[in-house]
């Protein structure tokens, strides 16, 4: 069973999430959270396997949180973004996000999310050697900076 944390701030998207994980089979919701204050302390209770993360959050700009979980060396959980602006599934994925779906096309993509999070709990996350390699790639792209 594949446990699963959401952090998104839209109530509608994460009972659509709940559903979809819920009827997949092989996953589970092991947590629920609207900020990315409630997501850490939910973190630290539940130890999933994948977060979902909408990059829009209330209390946090959502680069720098995901950047907070993936340089962090006590976090292994892998992380597929959600946004609902487009443009940035490239920068997401450039910090380090496993996979990253626009939330406006989700639904005619459940089969890929579903894989999506198959894939991620079964991959080791990149190391931060890694992870710094592609942030300092993308930052020195013209007309795009890390954050």
Avoid: W, Y
Wanted: aromatic content about 4%; glycine content about 6%.
């Amino acid at each position: 069973m594949i446990d699963v944390l959401i952090i998104d701030d839209c109530t509608t998207v994460r009972h659509m999430l709940e559903l979809v994980l819920k009827h997949a089979g092989d996953m589970r919701v092991v947590g629920v959270a609207d900020s990315a204050l409630t997501g850490l302390e939910e973190l630290e209770r539940k130890r999933p396997d994948v977060i979902t993360l909408d990059l829009s959050l209330p209390d946090s700009d959502g680069l720098e949180f995901l950047d907070l979980l993936l340089f962090n060396p006590d976090r292994r959980e892998q992380i597929i973004v959600l946004t609902g602006a487009e443009g940035l599934a490239q920068i997401a994925r450039a910090h380090g996000a496993f996979a990253c779906f626009e939330k406006g096309t989700l639904m005619t993509r459940v089969d890929q999310f579903l894989q999506s999070i198959r894939d991620a709990a079964a991959t080791p996350r990149l190391s931060e050697a890694h992870l710094n390699s592609r942030l300092t790639s993308l930052s020195k792209r013209p007309g795009t900076s890390a954050h």
